[in-house]
């Protein structure tokens, strides 16, 4: 693995540093060994951040942070356990009054422009949940409950994916090759019979990785939902973050307080092909990309609204067909609900990481944003409070 590691970093121009900056100092990973063991941040008190490696300083930082709010939290109640939660999973920056500000402002701006390609399809009746309703019930976009119908859906995102693989270079920068070596296919008849839903077989170097899409319940997969899906689930989203971070080999403790890291970075993700121009023309792909944003933006909302405001599940129900219309494929409200209730914070917190990531890029000079991309993605995953710092990371 060492040496397909190396080749990989070679491929991405990095060889030429270094051997520390490579492989880090071993002082450090026994300190972080520790501090997972027992859970005391004291083992890191002697390491100087800036002095490392920006691998070695994302895990120092990260559980540093981490740590810390896990000992606050150990004997919090109530909010103040909700706030150190929401923290523990995106950022020390990440407050519950700003997520709550955030997510309001990015529900606004995301129910807006989804009126206008409403309207500009003639669909102007009842609010923009109620519309998309109507929309995924609309059989015109539905592929056929068959055989044929599922091989044509696969083959409609091996065509987005075959675009999509041709603007990484432009978005991201170099990528190990074998992050492009992907594919979507449907689930097998097995897997079908055994209630298996869909899952990510990741790439690696000799090994072409896939997304094997569920599409049992064909009819809440219209054709126009599933662009945004490619881009998320393929690329440029988990197959290119997901990869590379196993390259980098993050530390355990970095797993665990950045866990929110990977979904902003799929959603990310879709929101760069977005602007890419992947949906000129196609207003129907356009409100299939706006409802997964929705979807992640009042998820999060919900959360809030369940653990902080006292919301029954009902009442989220009601408050998520009002915003969404209909839930994300993969979590209908009947499994998803009940998992946000015993989940707290981690919706919230993965779309805070989602957006502090978008509002990051959008501060980024045009001319910087493909260091940008290689810095968020070469070392792996990080914490909310990292991001302005990516300039340390390249």
Same mark, same amino acid.
């Given at each position: $693995?060492?040496?397909?590691?190396?080749?990989?970093?070679?491929?991405?121009?990095?060889?030429?540093? %270094?051997? *520390?900056?490579?492989?880090?100092?071993?002082?450090?990973?026994?300190?972080?060994?520790?501090?997972?063991?027992?859970?005391?941040?004291?083992? !890191?008190? &002697?390491?100087?951040?800036?002095?490392? %490696?920006?691998? @070695?300083?994302?895990?120092?930082?990260?559980?540093?942070?981490? !740590?810390?709010?896990?000992?606050?939290?150990?004997?919090?109640?109530?909010?103040?356990?909700?706030?150190?939660? !929401?923290? @523990?999973? &995106?950022?020390?920056?990440?407050?519950?009054?700003?997520?709550?500000?955030?997510?309001?402002?990015?529900?606004?701006? +995301?129910?807006?422009?989804?009126?206008?390609?409403?309207?500009?399809?003639?669909?102007?009746?009842?609010?923009?949940?109620?519309?998309?309703?109507? +929309?995924?019930?609309?059989?015109?976009?539905?592929?056929?409950?068959?055989?044929?119908?599922?091989?044509?859906?696969?083959?409609?995102?091996?065509? =987005?994916?075959?675009?999509?693989?041709?603007?990484?270079?432009?978005? *991201?920068?170099?990528?190990?090759?074998?992050?492009?070596? =992907?594919?979507?296919? @449907?689930? &097998?008849?097995?897997?079908?019979?055994?209630?298996?839903?869909?899952?990510?077989? !990741?790439?690696?170097?000799?090994?072409?990785?896939?997304? =094997?899409?569920?599409?049992?319940?064909?009819?809440? /997969?219209?054709?126009?939902?599933?662009?945004?899906?490619?881009?998320?689930?393929?690329?440029?989203?988990? $197959?290119?973050?997901?990869?590379?971070? #196993?390259?980098? #080999?993050?530390?355990?403790?970095?797993?665990?307080?950045?866990? &929110?890291?990977?979904?902003?970075?799929?959603?990310?993700?879709? @929101?760069?092909?977005?602007?890419?121009?992947?949906?000129?023309?196609?207003?129907?792909?356009?409100?299939?990309?706006?409802?997964?944003?929705?979807?992640?933006?009042?998820?999060? *909302?919900?959360?809030?609204?369940?653990?902080?405001?006292?919301?029954?599940?009902?009442?989220?129900?009601?408050?998520?067909?009002?915003?969404?219309?209909?839930?994300?494929?993969?979590?209908?409200?009947?499994?998803?609900?009940?998992? +946000?209730?015993?989940?707290?914070?981690?919706?919230?917190?993965?779309?805070?990481?989602?957006?502090?990531?978008?509002?990051?890029?959008?501060?980024?000079?045009?001319?910087? /944003?493909?260091?940008?991309?290689? #810095?968020?993605?070469?070392?792996?995953? $990080?914490?909310?409070?990292?991001?302005?710092?990516?300039?340390?990371?390249?």
């Amino acid at each position: $693995m060492k040496a397909t590691r190396r080749a990989i970093l070679a491929g991405l121009g990095v060889l030429a540093t %270094p051997a *520390l900056a490579l492989e880090g100092r071993n002082d450090l990973r026994a300190a972080l060994d520790a501090a997972e063991k027992d859970g005391d941040p004291a083992h !890191l008190a &002697s390491f100087d951040a800036r002095a490392l %490696p920006p691998g @070695q300083r994302l895990d120092l930082l990260t559980a540093r942070a981490g !740590l810390v709010i896990d000992a606050k939290s150990a004997t919090a109640t109530g909010t103040e356990r909700y706030a150190l939660l !929401l923290q @523990q999973r &995106s950022g020390t920056n990440v407050t519950p009054a700003r997520t709550r500000r955030r997510l309001t402002r990015e529900l606004a701006r +995301l129910t807006a422009r989804a009126d206008r390609l409403f309207l500009g399809l003639g669909r102007t009746r009842g609010s923009v949940g109620e519309r998309y309703r109507a +929309l995924f019930g609309d059989p015109q976009w539905h592929y056929s409950d068959s055989d044929a119908g599922r091989d044509q859906a696969v083959a409609d995102m091996n065509r =987005v994916l075959a675009a999509a693989r041709a603007r990484v270079p432009a978005l *991201l920068g170099p990528v190990p090759p074998f992050c492009l070596d =992907v594919t979507a296919r @449907q689930l &097998s008849s097995a897997e079908l019979a055994a209630g298996r839903g869909g899952y990510r077989e !990741l790439p690696t170097p000799g090994k072409p990785g896939a997304y =094997v899409v569920d599409l049992k319940d064909i009819s809440r /997969r219209p054709s126009w939902s599933l662009t945004s899906a490619v881009h998320h689930e393929l690329l440029p989203g988990h $197959m290119t973050q997901m990869p590379m971070e #196993a390259l980098a #080999a993050p530390h355990p403790l970095r797993l665990r307080y950045a866990p &929110s890291y990977a979904e902003a970075w799929g959603m990310h993700a879709e @929101q760069l092909a977005a602007a890419d121009g992947v949906y000129t023309g196609d207003p129907l792909g356009e409100l299939g990309h706006i409802h997964w944003l929705l979807f992640r933006v009042t998820r999060g *909302l919900a959360d809030l609204g369940i653990h902080l405001d006292g919301w029954s599940i009902d009442q989220a129900r009601t408050q998520l067909i009002t915003w969404q219309g209909e839930p994300g494929y993969f979590a209908p409200f009947e499994v998803d609900l009940p998992r +946000l209730a015993k989940e707290p914070a981690t919706r919230a917190g993965e779309a805070m990481a989602w957006l502090d990531l978008a509002d990051t890029a959008a501060r980024v000079r045009p001319a910087e /944003r493909v260091p940008f991309h290689q #810095a968020m993605l070469r070392h792996g995953r $990080m914490r909310t409070e990292a991001y302005g710092g990516w300039r340390d990371l390249t």
